[in-house]
């Protein structure tokens, strides 16, 4: 047997090793032990490596929650080729930029978006494989169903050496320009982001090698846990490896989009220990179906209700608390797609997003040059384990991942502050930061103080130019069914909560609030739909 190393396929053999016969993956009526599914990515592996995907080649995984996701991102990391995800949201255009950006050689597509993907297809010359899942026969010329795609010879794996140098690519959401691609070397991502098999075992920290990691699994208790965001959302597939190299039982949403009544239906059948959302675009629906149907849901067993990705308000977390269980523990937590996870904590009571600790290798950068000093403010950057860069673009690379007085940091674009005890307020995304009349006004402060109106389902908060101050707060809202909206009451109640100048100046509502399928706001559109609204009233007169 080749020597273990920090490769991501390499960790999950040693789980699967440890527990073969536990539940490694649950998601509608399929399960997978930790035996299967370790067995299905060997075949699978087998079969790309006799395809020709081999070392460096990315691999596109274009697919909604299922097994097959897990089994080839591990498979094309046993081949030491590099999995990509990819938004099964996107539309031919925005797939043929991630095709051609990616040079993908190798794609996994679900059945349903194969329409989407034949459009695309142009743009993918150097496209080698093709495997369809879902069921049902490919209608592609060349490509595979799924089940085809395995070989019960796995002998030629025995050659390939994996290393924790191998690349996993990360797209972001591109929400302030085009998708970029984040370049994870497995072990970077395995300590920078996953834990290092230490996140269920604080006091212990992370493993020195990766033979400790069966330990680690052997003396933990198994747990069951859910990421209710979907898995080509970079935090939820974190979270799920997280819980895979600790050998927990991992409950995928078998649905394509989000439904509150469905998450606790899965929470109750399966007695989740912990689950994991992003902010009040989940957290509020999951209120209203407690408050709607009290006691029809036994969620006794949960004692982890975490957060990621965007604000849960305090005051939601509060009223969430009759319907759980006295013990349940509420965690949020920062993270970006190329610094990683940033930490755990609390919203401050000084005002801010969160705080969290100091860490020797979180720093406050000011003007991107030097190291903010305890009162300065700049923005969030990370040291340490972290990304190669962004995927054949160097431009961004050297604008996102810098050196200061010889240490390499990436600049998260989170803008933030030293406290006098080391510890760092994290304010918002500093891209979206509103300037008006020299103040600076974060979208997700304001968005909290809106989402504590009986009358709001969603908002999203953003800038819009003005001739006086440079620019104005304006609120994107959707109301919920039967509700009116009254913008004096509404405006009084951000009074309030807030200084004056983070009030509002102008109010939209949409039938429905547009969120990506992890639940995170999209402030491009926001921003649009505010001022084409504020154009339509200006015309008007």
């Known amino acids: 047997m080749n020597p273990r190393s920090f490769s991501l396929a390499d960790l999950f053999a040693i789980a699967a090793e440890t527990v073969p016969e536990r539940d490694a993956l649950v998601i509608g009526d399929t399960r997978r032990t930790y035996r299967q599914m370790a067995e299905r990515v060997e075949r699978l592996a087998a079969w790309l490596h006799t395809r020709g995907i081999g070392q460096g080649d990315v691999v596109g995984l274009q697919m909604y929650n299922s097994p097959e996701y897990l089994e080839a991102f591990l498979a094309a990391c046993r081949v030491r080729a590099v999995p990509a995800n990819i938004n099964y949201r996107y539309v031919a255009d925005e797939l043929r930029y991630i095709y051609d950006n990616a040079a993908v050689k190798a794609l996994f597509y679900s059945a349903e978006l194969e329409p989407a993907v034949a459009e695309a297809l142009d743009a993918a010359p150097e496209l080698k494989v093709k495997v369809r899942t879902s069921g049902g026969t490919p209608a592609l010329a060349g490509a595979t169903a799924y089940e085809a795609a395995q070989?019960?010879?796995?002998?030629?794996?025995?050659?390939?050496?994996?290393?924790?140098?191998?690349?996993?690519?990360?797209?972001?959401?591109?929400?302030?320009?085009k998708p970029k691609g984040v370049m994870w070397p497995h072990e970077d991502l395995f300590f920078g982001c996953l834990g290092g098999g230490g996140f269920y075992a604080p006091a212990d920290g992370p493993v020195k090698a990766p033979a400790e990691l069966a330990d680690r699994i052997r003396k933990a208790h198994p747990l069951r846990f859910m990421p209710v965001a979907p898995l080509m959302h970079g935090a939820a597939h974190w979270a799920t490896m997280v819980s895979l190299f600790a050998g927990h039982t991992v409950v995928l949403n078998d649905q394509h989009h989000f439904d509150a009544e469905h998450v606790l239906d899965i929470a109750a059948?399966?007695?989740?220990?912990?689950?994991?959302?992003?902010?009040?675009?989940?957290?509020?629906?999951?209120?209203?179906?407690?408050?709607?149907?009290?006691?029809?849901?036994?969620?006794?067993?949960?004692?982890?209700?975490?957060?990621g990705g965007a604000v849960m308000s305090a005051h939601i977390?509060?009223?969430?608390?009759?319907?759980?269980?006295?013990?349940?523990?509420?965690?949020?937590?920062?993270?970006?797609?190329?610094?990683?996870?940033?930490?755990?904590?609390?919203?401050?009571?000084?005002?801010?997003?969160?705080?969290?600790?100091?860490?020797?290798?979180?720093?406050?950068?000011?003007?991107?040059?030097?190291?903010?000093?305890?009162?300065?403010?700049?923005?969030?950057?990370?040291?340490?384990?972290?990304?190669?860069?962004?995927y054949r673009d160097p431009v961004k690379t050297a604008e996102t991942f810098v050196t200061i007085a010889g240490t390499r940091y990436a600049i998260t674009g989170d803008a933030a502050a030293i406290a006098e005890d080391g510890s760092i307020i994290v304010f918002g995304r500093g891209n979206n930061c509103i300037?008006?009349?020299?103040?600076?006004?974060?979208?997700?402060?304001?968005?909290e103080v809106l989402h504590m109106s009986p009358h709001i389902l969603d908002a999203v908060v953003v800038g819009l130019p003005d001739p006086r101050w440079g620019q104005k707060v304006a609120a994107v809202i959707s109301l919920r069914p039967g509700a009116a909206l009254d913008v004096d009451a509404l405006r009084a109640l951000c009074r309030e909560h807030l200084a004056g100048y983070k009030v509002p100046k102008e109010i939209v509502t949409v039938p429905e609030v547009l969120r990506s399928a992890a639940g995170k706001a999209n402030y491009v559109w926001a921003k649009e739909v505010a001022q084409n609204a504020s154009s339509a009233a200006a015309a008007a007169g």
């Open 151 to 177: 070989l019960d010879d796995t002998a030629a794996l025995d050659a390939i050496r994996c290393s924790g140098d191998d690349i996993s690519l990360l797209y972001t959401g591109g929400t302030t320009g």
């Open 269 to 307: 059948a399966h007695k989740l220990n912990g689950i994991t959302i992003v902010g009040d675009a989940m957290a509020l629906p999951i209120l209203d179906a407690l408050k709607a149907q009290p006691g029809r849901w036994d969620l006794s067993s949960l004692f982890l209700f975490g957060n």
């Open 317 to 390: 977390k509060e009223a969430l608390k009759p319907f759980l269980p006295p013990n349940v523990y509420f965690s949020d937590g920062i993270g970006s797609s190329e610094g990683g996870q940033l930490g755990m904590g609390a919203k401050p009571t000084e005002g801010g997003m969160i705080k969290i600790a100091a860490r020797p290798d979180l720093k406050v950068v000011v003007d991107g040059q030097r190291i903010a000093a305890p009162g300065e403010a700049g923005i969030l950057a990370r040291s340490g384990h972290l990304p190669l860069g962004y």
């Open 435 to 447: 300037n008006t009349g020299g103040e600076k006004v974060f979208p997700e402060e304001v968005e």
